[in-house]
């Protein structure tokens, strides 16, 4: 993994669907959170006046959320647990909206309960899970880990609703259970905890059968201790704790399900239905009432307290007080939960979720009463609120990344829906489908900044993109074929549309190429044939179409080789089988079809066991080796194809099968397995043709590219050749990912170690050594990589640097939070030329493979507290003050006004950006370092020795220590390293104080501006900043290609293990060489690429040895060792 | 493009039509198709409980295999419970005649029926629950609400059903993949009367319509053996040869017999799941011709 990746979502004006199917809120009464068939959470958040906003949407399973539970006591840690249909279970923080824990269960779980005994159990506590299984699992919710099973003896079947029972008077916590076939079942819980422990088999105490089936929901009455509700489908029915015996049964009326319930306080009730409506009952006592009348003049009542079980029966009797409903829509399915009272100002709270994505709240009065006729009275809806409310009521913050286009859209007089979208990141380039027909292509990063920034109304106006039409209905699929093979043209581009035809685009000179007819429905995916399919005549693209048939075209030949027309069911994955040229598709249904591609016959057609076996042959590399896989969608075979996965893989709208679910969870795994510095990606929605793009900042990334000595020089790996191999190794191997994430982990340390950390928990010293293994890889890699380089002249950079300069300035315009300060923020534009953006922006986090979280449109006017600051783009109010700290340790400590030497305007500018990047980098590592490394923060900022690193558990931080004095280092500032601990120790500080990384860089980020701004103020500056802005980098390279020598130096830094004490010149591994051609190189990539990879070449060399010398002290161990090495140096 | 949108606004016209047409002659007679089948389906498997009249009623089979007569069986199945077994094996070493029987007391669940059996009714319940609510009501704004609105409904109605369906047919046409250490753990082998001797292991399944018996014979590898120990891996039948580790002891499976026997109501029950996934399928299919011309969500 590597680290956190900012994100940027651009959502558009449409909200993305959320269909709701799990609804819960959080015990302090501020966070609604549903979980949707889509497989998003999305978390609201309430207003004491209850009022709902949409905050944030969390993206991490990739199937139908089943269930949501509380996962700890609230109070001490805000945690959610989700289920998902698959079995995927994800553990959130919904105070920080990042996923805790993940794991995949054989198990679907319809119900999960948390339960903590404090006194007996040590650990986070238990999930107690039931759903299609057998009995109730009892998970860790710590680890999510199954410890055991609670067991039944007589008929075990599938638990249908549980809830646990807390009894002062019994002083033990039982389980209530009721199976799909109606049976009551219980567990004692408190007594079982240890049986539980050892794994011992606990059965249950008591079990009964109740005569209805599908029950929907059992609670107990905490207030009487006495009354058990159970819900069943039909009817609803009261029955006596004590005995299990039956009070009531309340039938339902005109055809309703009943889908829920709740205790409301003694002898009250509330009941709700699957279409939405509720009802809440009193329940009577005929013999209470008749009991006071009698009590006056006998002793009988005493008689009929409650420990004989059978005086109750027959004695109850529901009153209807009160009732809710909804607009009439009954085709929708309801979720619906009730939330009681804690203390003020809480509520008690009724609220219901839609398939629609509306959620419903209605304040049910302490004490609901019927009307003066004593016919019950309407409670009426409190408030209502949708995603798209949201995205209608902060329109100007929701900007999509085409509306720019839309201006020279007027024309034709409708504007367009995007329908499907491609990312060609080699080129920057964005190809959007649109409804209509027609296709765009844009500088992505032009259209983001136009979408994002003001006063680039250069851009806007500017035509930079261009228009396809070719079409005639909506665009429905895009491929690039050349980022899959490198073989095919450059220029060529594929599409597909609703109305079947394919056409073959040339992308530079805008004309259509060649245009296929399929007459088999909307055309939903395009696939290329890996390069491993042995064919004479090149690769084979792959249409998978609406009627569930698919066409295998070839491209260079104009023509179509194959036409698989006989599956009954969607294609759900397309295999190749390289040897014998057959095509193998998997359809829903688990049915495999074999076509042969020269004859075009069916050779076979598989189901059940046989069908698996034929589509997972290809894990199983005896049979066959390296068969790729590329798979559509499929729930099951989605990680495992990730590796392979194109960049295009979102989903085809119309054919939405039970597994096909928003994929966008693929592409930020594949975005992070490639390592670029900005990416865009197309996210695309089941059932709608809705998309959304999300702006991905890779910052190490970032930093990387503009900074590109003081990984090597201090992170002995060097990770900056690391990242250069990996770019090369991309470039000539584009599709073997696999070897190049081996490559990534082998090459970079800090990569490594950023993918180690979560993983690391308790094998931290075996980590570390298995890392240094794969360092040697590494080194061998290395070797082996020059040997092939002369072989394959590729760009070793594909980004050239005022790219990157605009990259980083992008991401420093959507951090930093405008309007704190108007000077500052007229500063920043002037002297960073860091423009400003219209309104603020959606930020997200993509923390992991497939996690990650994105602001929702609005989210700023969440807290009523943000109110004066609304309109900002600040993430919450604490960021001032952390702000303020920053700059309070800042100036304590260092005592020394930050400001820039050097006298060339562009060059500071440059300078600053970077400086600034590799601050907000620094803060990103440090904050989201897992809690347990953390630990061991302190005893590396007391031993600064580099030896220590090799053994030490945790080096990572002595790393970003030692990189972050270099930074300094590199700006060429004498401060001491202790000013640097003290901050790092602030930053650590955030991080045990649940700071959100976000926040922690935005604090970070605008006292830095403060700082260098303050600074600036004092000297005047000439304002002709942007067109030297690459300039500037060509100085810096100039002047450290210079510094050659130095480089030796650092050698020894090294080896001397004190690199933060010694003041090392900043070293650019960059050759004077390729500084020359920088000036030119703002359109014409290819040319510059060429040159450059001559320069690269010699440099290459150098880089490797010194990576070797450095992995080895690095990795050697005796100290003696490394002192003989270092005067053998010498 | 004007001439294009005024084409289209026609063709939506008489695709409203054809929607209408869906929704009040397809869409009724292919849910209540539907429910029959898998009603019919759900009847195969007989619901245990008070609420059927008496005891579930018991079914014998004779398990065989077309090759050797070395195992010989009977099992008597209750619904999803297997009640009763009576297994005859003869020792291929000294031609001896061991016969095997359940306890009396003990029922074996089968579980990828009783999986089966449920996941049939959670489809019935969905169909049942939704069946009424596709009542047809015209009128402009219908048209451009209710639509939408229905066929996400149905679609995802249908999604639901087939996943159900899905998993109903996946219980029955895999079996689950046991190590032999889990086989050896699994509460079957407590199920017999006199003790199931240490050098055997049993095993019942479902495959497909079959109701399989395999009886591994074991025999313990010798801690000198030089003989390559590996562990062998999960799978539904494991060949002989196969090692694995039980207690302290090294084992290894020296003869495999596999008997098995149809059981009529499971092929049936099979049959019906096919049926109406295709018919789910292609309702859904018809759907989603209607998809893109209403592309947008109504909310």
């Known amino acids: 993994m590597r680290g956190a990746l900012q994100a940027v979502a651009l959502w558009g004006r449409k909200a993305p669907p959320h269909s709701i199917t799990a609804i819960m809120i959080t015990d302090d009464q501020q966070t609604i959170v549903t979980g949707s068939q889509e497989g998003q959470l999305c978390l609201w958040s309430l207003s004491p006046e209850l009022k709902i906003s949409a905050k944030e949407l969390l993206f991490g399973h990739s199937a139908s959320v089943t269930c949501l539970a509380r996962a700890r006591d609230f109070s001490k840690q805000p945690y959610v647990v989700s289920a998902a249909e698959n ?10 909206g990042q996923c805790v824990e993940k794991t995949t269960l054989p198990y679907r779980h319809t119900a999960i309960c948390y339960y903590h005994c404090s006194f007996r159990m040590t650990g986070e506590g238990w999930l107690l899970c039931c759903g299609e299984y057998q009995d109730v699992l009892v998970l860790d919710a710590g680890t999510l880990a199954v410890l055991h099973t609670f067991t039944s003896l007589q008929s075990p079947d599938w638990m249908k609703c549980m809830c646990i029972v807390h009894s002062v008077r019994i002083q033990e916590d039982s389980l209530l259970v009721v199976s799909v076939t109606g049976e009551l079942k219980v567990w004692d819980l408190s007594s079982s905890i240890n049986s539980i422990q050892e794994k011992q088999d606990v059965y249950e105490k008591e079990s009964k059968f109740l005569d209805s089936f599908n029950c929907q929901t059992i609670r107990f009455c905490p207030y009487t201790e006495r009354l058990l509700l159970v819900v069943f489908s039909k009817c609803w029915k009261i029955y006596d704790y004590c005995d299990f015996s039956l009070l009531w049964t309340e039938v339902s009326r005109d055809g309703q399900f009943f889908a829920g319930g709740e205790v409301l306080a003694a002898h009250r009730i509330l009941v709700w239905t699957e279409d939405g409506h509720s009802y809440i009952y009193q329940l009577l006592n005929r013999w209470a009432q008749m009991g006071a009348t009698l009590r006056t003049f006998s002793g009988l009542s005493k008689c009929a307290c409650p420990a004989d079980g059978g005086v109750l029966k027959g004695t109850v009797y529901p009153h209807l007080l009160c009732s809710t409903s909804v607009e009439e829509n009954k085709s929708l399915h309801f979720v619906m939960g009730y939330m009681n009272e804690r203390k003020e100002p809480f509520y008690k709270v009724l609220f219901s979720g839609e398939v629609s994505g509306r959620i419903t709240l209605w304040h049910i009065p302490d004490v609901p009463i019927s009307k003066f006729d004593g016919s019950p009275r309407e409670i009426p809806i409190t408030t209502t609120w949708t995603l798209q409310d949201n995205f209608d009521k902060h329109q100007m913050v929701s900007q999509s990344i085409t509306d720019h286009f839309s201006g020279s859209r007027d024309e034709v007089g409708m504007t367009a829906t995007i329908t499907s979208s491609e990312y060609i990141p080699n080129l920057d380039k964005l190809i959007c489908g649109c409804e209509d027909g027609t296709i765009f292509i844009t500088k992505a990063l032009n259209a983001a900044k136009a979408g994002l920034l003001e006063g680039d109304s250069l851009l806007k106006d500017s035509p930079c993109h261009t228009l396809l039409r070719g079409h005639h209905q909506s665009v429905t699929s895009l491929l690039y074929p050349h980022s899959l093979a490198s073989k095919l043209d450059q220029s060529w581009m594929v599409s597909g549309d609703r109305g079947s035809y394919v056409i073959l685009w040339d992308i530079f000179t805008e004309e259509i190429l060649h245009t296929f007819f399929l007459e088999a ?24 179409c609406g009627d569930h048939s698919v066409t295998l075209l070839h491209l260079e030949g104009r023509r179509c080789l194959l036409r698989a027309r006989k599956h009954l069911f969607p294609v759900r994955m397309i295999r190749w089988h390289p040897v014998e040229n057959f095509l193998i598709v998997g359809c829903t249904d688990d049915s495999v079809y074999i076509w042969e591609i020269e004859t075009g016959t069916l050779e076979r057609h598989e189901t059940g066991e046989r069908a698996r076996i034929i589509l997972n042959c290809g894990d199983d590399t005896q049979l066959i080796r390296s068969e790729p896989t590329l798979s559509v969608a499929s729930e099951t075979h989605k ?11 979102h989903q085809p709208g119309p054919v939405p099968c039970p597994s096909v679910q928003l994929e966008s969870s693929c592409k930020v795994a594949d975005a992070s397995s490639v390592p670029r510095p900005f990416n865009v990606l197309p996210v695309k929605t089941k059932w709608s043709h809705i998309g959304f793009h999300v702006l991905l900042f890779d910052l190490e990334n970032l930093v990387e590219l503009l900074l590109p000595t003081p990984l090597s020089d201090v992170d002995p790996s060097g990770s900056f050749y690391g990242g250069d191999i990996l770019r090369r190794a991309k470039s000539t191997v584009e599709k073997k990912t696999l070897t190049i994430r081996r490559n990534k982990a082998s090459c970079s340390s800090l990569q490594t170690e950023a993918q180690a950390k979560p993983s690391e928990d308790t094998l931290v010293l075996g980590d570390s050594t298995s890392k240094f293994s794969e360092e040697n890889n590494g080194i061998k890699r290395q070797k082996k990589m020059k040997s092939s380089k002369k072989a394959h002249p590729k760009p070793p950079r594909k980004v050239d640097a005022s790219l990157t300069i605009d990259m980083a300035k992008l991401f420093l315009s959507c951090i930093l939070p405008w309007g704190v300060d108007k000077d500052l923020d007229s500063l920043c534009t002037r002297h960073l030329s860091i423009l400003k953006l219209q309104g603020p922006v959606s930020l997200g986090l993509a923390s992991n493979e497939d996690l990650f979280s994105l602001m929702l449109p609005g989210w700023d006017a969440c807290s009523t507290e943000m109110k004066e600051y609304s309109g900002v783009n600040l993430c919450s109010r604490k960021v001032l003050d952390l702000s303020n700290k920053y700059t309070a340790t800042l100036l304590h400590q260092t005592g020394i006004p930050r400001g820039l030497e050097s006298h060339c305007d562009s060059v500071q500018q440059s300078d600053a950006i970077v400086y600034l990047l590799s601050r907000l980098f620094l803060v990103n590592k440090l904050v989201n370092m897992p809690l347990d490394l953390a630990c061991e923060i302190d005893r590396p900022f007391k031993m600064e020795t580099v030896h220590s690193k ?16 270099h930074l300094k280092n590199g700006r060429n500032e004498c401060h001491t390293p202790e000013a640097d601990l003290s901050l790092l120790k602030l930053i650590s500080c955030w991080r045990d104080q649940s700071v959100q990384v976000t926040e922690a860089i935005q604090a970070v980020l605008l006292a830095e501006v403060q700082q260098h701004m303050k600074s600036l103020r004092n000297t005047p500056v000439s304002s002709q900043p942007d067109p030297v802005a690459e300039h500037s980098i060509c100085e810096r390279m100039q002047i450290s290609a210079k510094m050659e020598r130095a480089e030796e130096l650092e050698l020894q830094c090294v080896g001397k293990s004190s690199p933060l004490k010694t003041s090392v010149s900043p070293v650019k591994h960059g050759n004077d060489l390729n500084s020359a051609n920088f000036q030119d190189t703002e359109d014409i990539l290819d040319r510059c690429v060429l040159e450059e990879s001559e320069s690269a070449g010699i440099w290459w060399h150098r880089g490797t040895v010194w990576n070797c010398e450095i992995m080895t002290i690095h990795s050697s161990v005796p100290k003696d060792k490394l002192q003989s090495r270092k005067s053998h140096q010498a | 493009m004007a001439t294009a949108m005024a ?14 047409w869906l929704l009040h002659a397809e869409v009724h007679a292919v849910l209540r198709q539907l429910q029959d089948i898998l009603k019919e389906a759900s009847l195969r498997f007989t619901l245990p409980g008070p609420s059927t009249e008496g005891p579930a009623k018991q079914e014998n089979f004779i398990l065989g295999s077309c090759g050797t007569d070395q195992v010989k069986g009977v099992l008597t199945l209750q619904g999803d419970a297997l009640s009763q077994a009576d297994v005859n094996l003869k020792m291929p070493r000294n031609n001896q005649l061991l016969h095997l029987a359940f306890r009396e007391d003990k029922q074996w669940k089968l579980q990828q029926i009783q999986d089966a059996r449920n996941h049939v009714s959670q489809a019935i319940y969905l169909l049942a629950n939704r069946d009424e609510s596709y009542q047809f009501k015209t009128g402009a704004e219908v048209l451009k609400v209710l639509f939408p609105c229905q066929r996400l409904a149905l679609t995802s109605l249908m999604d639901a059903v087939m996943l159900q369906l899905t998993r109903a047919r996946n219980r029955l046409t895999t079996p689950a993949t046991l190590t032999l250490p889990e086989i050896a753990a699994s509460g079957l082998t407590r199920m017999f009367a006199p003790t199931l001797p240490s050098d055997l292991l ?6 497909l319509n079959k109701l399989c018996l395999t009886v591994y014979q074991l025999h313990a590898l010798q801690p000198t053996s030089t003989k390559n120990f590996r562990p062998a891996g999960g799978a539904v039948l494991h060949s002989p040869g196969a090692m694995f580790e039980w207690g302290s002891q090294r084992l290894e499976v020296s003869h495999v017999h596999k008997v098995e026997c149809v059981i009529p109501w499971l092929n049936d029950a099979l049959v019906y799941f096919t049926v109406s996934l295709q018919l789910c399928q292609q309702l859904k299919d018809k759907i989603a011709v209607f998809s893109s011309y209403w592309s947008s969500r109504p909310f």
């Open chain 2, 202 to 207: 049993v095993n019942v399944y479902i495959n």
């Open chain 1, 950 to 965: 090799a053994r030490f558990p945790g080096s990572d931080i002595l790393n970003i220590s030692s990189f972050y004095g």
């Open chain 1, 521 to 544: 429905g909307p055309v939903t995916r395009l696939l290329m044939s890996p390069e491993t399919l042995k064919r004479s005549d090149g690769q084979i693209l792959c249409c998978v």
């Open chain 1, 639 to 649: 990680h495992k194809s990730v590796e392979q996965k194109t960049s295009n893989s």
């Open chain 1, 87 to 96: 079995g995927e279970m994800c553990m959130w923080n919904v105070s920080s």
């Open chain 2, 7 to 20: 084409a289209s606004a026609a063709e939506r016209a008489v695709l409203e039509e054809e929607f209408r």
